[in-house]
């Protein structure tokens, strides 16, 4: 049976919170603190994208906050036109503008919940999904977004993404969140493991890897790749088939 979303964030809160929250989402190295593994999980991610597609012309990025994800890309790829998608005005407004100086490629920005957001089938190489998708709730969303990713992806291009997620069997999933307190305590103590949880609490619902890479094959990827996982934190992505 599924959890009850009743008392989670809606879109308009998480929006919120995020339109205040830029500074903290504008740095490369040290925006995510109380991810862990982000530098490496983004280096990775990037990496494969690379790898798969290095002649891609266009990139989408979900949820892209401040353009990290997006800056790293192009420091890899160099070029690519960028569509960054986020709910946040504020993080848009500062993504457009930090993503704009580093390529000669089109940038667009589309200030939009993914779920809503109209975008053009086929039209992406390369399309990246940091520290967003936890947002997502039922399961009938979760394989909305999947499919409607894998329908915006040219042949052969691929999807990445980085996470919070779950495990699929509760002692598991217990002792692998026991562990992930412990992370937060030695970075801040007590309080800060605490303020974590309860946002993690009200805020985010994420999935597992499993269940993510299931969906992926359900609508349609052919190769699914786990590139990281550490604790609560993974990276993967899945490749569709070239035409
Ligand atoms: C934790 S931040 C990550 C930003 C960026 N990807 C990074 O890692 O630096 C999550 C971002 O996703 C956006 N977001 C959350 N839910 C979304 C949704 N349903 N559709 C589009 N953007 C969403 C938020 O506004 C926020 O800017």
């Known amino acids: 049976m599924e959890a009850s979303y009743a008392q989670k964030s809606t879109s308009k809160e998480i929006r919120d919170r995020f339109d205040k929250d830029v500074a903290r989402f504008s740095n490369l190295d040290t925006g995510q603190q109380s991810t862990i593994d982000a530098v490496l999980s983004l280096e990775l991610i990037t990496e494969a994208a690379k790898a798969v597609n290095p002649n891609a012309t266009a990139l989408l990025d979900i949820g892209c906050g401040a353009g990290n994800y997006s800056l790293k890309m192009l420091s890899k790829v160099p070029g690519l036109h960028c569509t960054l998608l986020d709910l946040s005005g504020p993080m848009l407004e500062r993504a457009g503008e930090r993503v704009g100086k580093e390529t000669v490629g089109r940038v667009e920005v589309v200030r939009k919940d993914v779920r809503e957001a109209e975008l053009i089938e086929g039209g ?61 305590e030695g970075l801040g103590g007590a309080e800060y493991r605490q303020h974590v949880f309860d946002y993690i609490e009200k805020e985010d619902s994420p999935r597992s890897v499993n269940f993510q890479l299931d969906l992926m094959k359900k609508v349609g ?13 993974a990276a993967f992505g899945g490749i569709k088939k070239a035409g």
């Open 124 to 184: 992406y190489d390369i399309i990246l999904a940091g520290a967003v998708l936890h947002h997502l709730r039922e399961e009938e969303d979760w394989e909305f977004v999947f499919r409607k990713i894998y329908n915006c992806l040219a042949p052969g291009g691929s999807f990445w993404i980085s996470d919070l997620v779950v495990q699929d069997s509760a002692p598991v999933n217990a002792f692998i969140w026991e562990q992930y307190g412990r992370y937060l």
């Open 221 to 233: 990827f052919k190769n699914v790749e786990v590139l990281h996982k550490n604790l609560c934190f």
